[in-house]
């Protein structure tokens, strides 16, 4: 987790830092009326007589309870319909990623001749405008990333979007914000800001298939993989294994997470979440596979491991 | 009569001697039940204080919960809880904090407080309060018993769907929230009636609406609030139970429903909910604040409009729950300017408080400081209100830790610490002993820095990225910190609500007759004299401050020199008065204690609850039996009508009302606002899903030819002239032709829903094939709850009639009917109109 960014009062992109400045003016603003409000009461208990009839007049409700309001309301109501405006517009520049919520992980498709498809992590160019298309497979999800701007529900049935741009290079990270059941607590993921160049190359590499299998020990966990049924639910394009209900595996070993975000991909946590996902990440939709030996599990974590 | 006559207020107060036997006659009447028998009680005394009970309990299981919560987020990645434990947790958290604590105790509070606050004996339907309460008591502990079995709802209180469908939460737990809360959001409206026509028609006699104290306007206020409000959610939770048990696809995208479609619903009723319970706490500020400074509230007129746009302000923000849901920019600002502009009308409260307390002398008594402490609070909980409405601050913060803490700021703010208060300060009222000044400064020392420990870091690491709801978190260095802290004053606050429980321990004496009275030397009604039966007798209000203004007001009562010194009638009885003006207009007669109330509201809870568990058999028992006590009750109801009665001062009102004078009328036209709105709500879910699915809806050659909707149409109206006919039939000797017309109207009506949902089957039209199938007979099923219960009132119209107990004079029953009838054939040419009609325009 070192390192990564998930605050609202940290951005990292235009879109949150509108916000960020919109969140100061608004605490400074709640500041002065609360500090306000506890002077009047201050005075009305403890004030000098003059100043307690004074305040002990209608006029008191009308000035501080009706016209402060009316004034500092409608200046605030301008700024927010202003910025509000000023994020949903949209322009023609932008890269397109789909992302779908799915329980209880993230489906990503990069827009392109070959679409290619990943989970639970986003990489985009610094300073590139991206337009996140945003869907559900089950139930509502909410796509949010503080540091780079405000959430939006996947809903299923609809498509909704939401567009960020990272100014800096970083990892980002982001949560599922509506609740979901289950292990909604665990449906993080993140977004990697890389150079243009390197995203580049980085892309090149995603959107094609996977390394073949090179040692006996790599084949020999394919072959394990696909006869356990791993390729009904997961894809390694360029492979027999084509299921499209868990997350695409073509590029596994070129992330940085395994099941949760949290998780860090080593090898050991990869044999982990095969073996014991349901304690590691309660609920989650794969059963635990404890039918292999020790050996073919090290050759299984060895395929995997080797898909960059 | 703005001011009452010299020769009215000569009158007053009564100087002669009272006779012998006036005041044993009196507490005969009213003496209450015996022993255990205590439960068969209806006074409004004996229930309030049981219902105040029952939802301070709710408080502390669901504040038991809440710890349990927060222990488990003490540290990150604990393990204290399982997700499912915890999912369930939070969802019973705030479903018990809402729905079986925020309004069920400020309508209880309403329901012990109103009569003496008013003047009045009891409120106008002491068996529907006692109803309201028990039905609420058994389906309240059987829905928090859930938890124990392991089969408590996990979906949220908000209950989205697709989560809370039957795909994505089998089991039981989803079915138990929406019967169950579906079943208490009823008693919650039974109670609303009654606080309505109990504020508007039991008032004591000069106690204009100008004069009313302002706890009283804010009930008012609440209960119609209750009656626009709660319609929307029970209309949401019979959609969802449908499509759950029968797959009617409301909310199935794949079927032509929508998710949104619940979010509109809940919301409607969700957001105004939050002004239902801030609403009633804010009145009693508004009591205790003029006595604590001792001098009347400033700006009265100024806060009862505020109050007044204040419901209205509610039902127009509901979207401000859905910013992040993709909404157009144009709806936004628009939800989002209401949202701001339902600030303004609290601006105007806080300030008037506060030239309250400038204008007298605050006494710093235990009330007082529970009401500073609310008002430190809830402005700041108003104020990050007010950054939530902004569109784009809100699409960071929303479904975050700050949001938790901003809602939590106005509502324990907004009505815990004024409830707190009022405990404090309407003890007295109630019990033999005040309660203790030094636990009860304890207790509010701890709860306020208890609560501002536990919810202001909050705000933080919500800002910080944590999401709602989640069950753990990573290890990231302020995350823990922050949450470390919101748990220990989680328990600070505890500790107060746990020195509140040792005061209540040690000086709450529960007394019906002979409180300790009026230790703070208020200004309103309740601080008299006051017994089990209200006060001895009714005082003429001439002042919105009665006791300050009128000196000796409570003696003489007490000794009788007012209205109704005694009971006319041998029975129990309040003085019902017009709703303006408050001029004496009869003398009701009021029901005793007895057993059909609880009885009903046991087999009416065990209908819901068997209905869950899927014993439909069983169920249905409970059903009729539930049935059978409540027609016990209603036998006894509408009493024969007296002669005139003398209430004293040559003041002689008549002993029974009919049309739109009775107290009865007035509660069957609430019943009627809430069935409209319930109906409204399902108008705007069929153009709602319209909108998002039109391609489901059938072309115009697909719907069932036109003569069927124009024979239903014609049966319906033939119905309602049946009854206006038999209306006529009222006053001959001819019941042969009465009962014919009603018995023949029954069918005709049957008839007309029978034809309608014969023409959408004939048609291949199919309730679980689309959103349009279900939308269709959904239709016809609202229609149906409406018919089953005019089949059940026609026939006890007829058996009153056979009995001899329905004439042209006594003829209450009659007009209830009469009233439910045409609205029942209203809304059916209506949904006709809809359902067959906007299909072919479409």
């Given amino acids: ?308 | 009569m703005s001011e009452p006559s010299q020769a009215r207020l000569a009158g007053h107060p009564n100087r002669l001697p009272r006779p012998k036997g006036e005041l044993e006659a009196l507490e005969a009447a009213w003496e209450r039940p015996k022993g255990w028998r205590i439960v068969t009680a209806v006074n409004n005394t004996v229930v309030g204080y049981f219902y105040v009970g029952t939802a301070v309990l709710f408080f502390l299981l669901a504040g038991i919960l809440a710890l349990l919560m927060r222990l488990q987020l003490a540290v990150p990645s604990n393990t204290f809880l399982s997700p499912e434990t915890y999912n369930q947790i939070f969802t019973m958290h705030g479903t018990v904090m809402m729905f079986l604590f925020a309004v069920p105790v400020v309508e209880a509070m309403g329901i012990l407080l109103l009569p003496q606050m008013l003047g009045a004996r009891d409120l106008p339907f002491p068996r529907l309060s006692a109803f309201a309460f028990w039905a609420y008591f058994v389906g309240g502990l059987i829905f928090f018993g859930t938890l124990f079995y392991d089969v408590a709802p996990s979906g949220g209180w908000f209950m989205y769907p697709p989560l809370t469908g039957a795909q994505y939460s089998p089991g039981l737990g989803a079915d138990f929230w929406l019967l169950g809360i579906g079943f208490i959001e009823i008693s919650a409206i039974a109670g609303a009636i009654e606080l309505i026509v109990g504020v508007l028609r039991t008032r004591a006699p000069g106690m204009t609406l100008d004069r009313m104290p302002m706890f009283a306007w804010t009930m008012l206020i609440f209960a119609a609030m209750i009656a626009f409000a709660f319609p929307a959610v029970i209309l949401a939770t019979m959609l969802l139970e449908l499509e759950r048990a029968f797959g009617w696809p409301f909310f199935m995208p794949q079927k032509g429903g929508d998710a949104l479609l619940w979010q509109h619903l809940f919301w409607f009723f969700g957001h105004p909910e939050v002004y239902i319970i801030f609403l009633p706490a804010a009145g009693m500020v508004s009591m205790i604040v003029p006595t604590m400074a001792r001098t009347p509230l400033v700006g009265y007129r100024m806060i009862v409009v505020a109050l007044i746009a204040t419901g209205f302000f509610s039902f127009g923000l509901w979207v401000h729950h859905m910013f992040t849901t993709g909404i157009p920019a144009l709806s936004l600002s628009f939800f989002s300017a209401a949202s701001m502009a339902v600030a303004i009308p609290s601006g105007i409260q806080v300030f008037a408080w506060i030239a309250t307390i400038a204008a007298g002398r605050m006494q710093l008594a235990t009330p007082s400081l529970f009401v500073l402490g609310f008002l430190f609070i809830f402005t700041l909980g108003g104020l990050t209100g007010v950054m939530v409405a902004m569109v784009p601050f809100d699409w960071q913060v929303h479904d975050t830790y700050f949001v938790v803490a901003h809602f939590h700021y106005v509502l324990v703010g907004g009505m815990v610490f004024p409830l707190f208060g009022a405990f404090y300060y309407w003890a007295p009222a109630f019990s033999r002993r005040p309660l203790s000044e030094r636990l009860g400064k304890v207790t509010f020392a701890l709860m306020f820095v208890g609560f501002n420990v536990a919810f202001f870091p909050m705000h933080i690491s919500g800002l910080m990225g944590m999401p709602r709801r989640v069950y753990t978190y990573p290890a990231v260095a302020e995350w823990g910190v922050l949450n470390m802290i919101s748990t220990v004053g989680a328990f600070l606050f505890a500790t107060g609500v746990l020195v509140f429980l040792l005061d209540l321990v040690r000086n709450l004496r529960p007394a019906l007759s002979d409180p300790a009275g009026d230790v703070w030397k208020g200004a309103s009604l309740e601080w008299m004299h006051n017994h089990v039966y209200g006060p001895r007798s009714v005082p003429l209000v001439t002042s919105r401050d009665p006791l300050w203004d009128q000196p000796g007001l409570s003696e003489q009562s007490k000794e009788g020199r007012h209205y109704l010194p005694g009971t006319v009638t041998g029975q129990r009885e309040t003085i019902i008065t017009s709703p303006i003006e408050a001029v004496p207009e009869a003398l009701q007669r009021l029901p005793g204690d007895g057993w059909p109330p609880l009885l009903g509201a046991v087999f009416t809870a065990g209908f819901f609850m068997l209905l869950t568990v899927k014993y439909v058999m069983l169920a249905f028992v409970s059903g009729a039996l539930a049935l059978l006590m409540i027609l016990v009750w209603m036998w006894s109801s509408d009493p024969a009508p007296l002669p005139r009665a003398e209430i004293g001062h040559g003041i002689k009102v008549s002993t029974y009302l009919s049309g739109p004078r009775s107290h009865s009328w007035w509660a069957m036209v609430v019943l009627l606002v809430v069935a409209g709105s319930l109906y409204l709500s399902f108008v705007f879910s069929y153009l709602f899903l319209w909108t998002v699915s039109p391609q489901v809806w059938p072309k115009p050659g697909q719907m069932p030819p036109s003569w069927w909707p124009i024979l239903a149409a014609t049966l319906l109206a033939a119905s309602s002239g049946l009854i206006l006919l038999a209306g006529r039939f009222l006053p001959s000797r001819n019941g042969v032709a009465f009962i014919g017309a009603i018995a023949v109207a029954v069918l005709l009506l049957g008839g007309s829903l029978g034809a309608d949902v014969l023409s959408h089957w004939r048609a291949g039209l199919r309730p679980d094939a689309d959103a349009h199938g279900a939308l269709a007979y959904m239709a016809s099923f609202l229609q149906f709850q409406l018919v089953l219960t005019l089949v059940v009132m026609a026939g006890f119209a007829i058996a009153r009639s056979l009995a001899g107990m329905l004439n042209l004079r006594r003829r209450v029953v009659f007009d209830n009917l009469v009233l439910l009838w045409h609205y029942t054939v209203a809304q059916g040419l209506f949904g006709l109109l809809l359902v067959h009609g906007f299909p072919r325009i479409a």
């Fill in chain 1, 1 to 308: 987790m070192s390192g990564t960014l998930q605050s609202v009062l940290a951005p990292h992109g235009p879109q949150a830092g509108q916000i960020a400045t919109l969140a100061w003016v608004l605490f400074a603003f709640g500041a002065v009326i609360l500090a306000l409000v506890i002077a009047t009461i201050w005075l009305a208990i403890r004030g000098t007589p003059h100043i307690r009839e004074a305040l002990a007049r209608e006029r008191t409700i009308m000035v501080f309870g009706l016209a402060l309001p009316v004034v500092t309301l409608t200046i605030l109501l301008f700024c927010g319909v202003w910025l509000t405006r000023a994020q949903t517009g949209h322009t023609d520049d932008a890269m397109r990623i789909e992302v779908t919520g799915e329980q209880w992980w993230w489906r990503v498709v990069y827009d392109g001749p070959t679409p290619a498809t990943s989970a639970n992590e986003i990489r985009i160019p610094v300073g590139q405008p991206v337009d996140f298309t945003l869907k559900a497979a089950d139930v509502i999800h909410s796509f949010w990333v503080p540091s780079l701007g405000g959430k939006v529900d996947m809903l299923p049935g609809r498509i909704t979007r939401l567009r960020l741009t990272a100014e800096r290079a970083g990892v980002y990270r982001g949560q599922c914000a509506e609740y979901c059941g289950g292990p909604h607590a665990l449906m993080g993921f993140n977004v990697i800001a890389m150079p243009r160049d390197e995203y580049e190359a980085w892309f090149v590499r995603e959107a094609g298939p996977s390394a073949a299998a090179s040692t006996d020990v790599e084949r020999r966990g394919q072959s394990l993989f696909m006869a356990a049924g791993c390729g009904t639910c997961h894809a390694v394009r360029g492979t027999g294994a084509a299921g499209a209900i868990g997350p695409d595996l073509t590029h596994l070993a070129a992330r940085g997470s395994v099941g949760i975000d949290t998780l860090p991909l080593t090898a050991d946590n990869v044999a982990r979440f095969i073996r014991d996902g349901q304690h590691l990440k309660p609920g989650n939709r794969m059963p635990e596979f404890r039918i292999f030996s020790p050996a073919e599990q090290t050759a299984l974590v060895s395929y995997l491991m080797s898909l960059r």
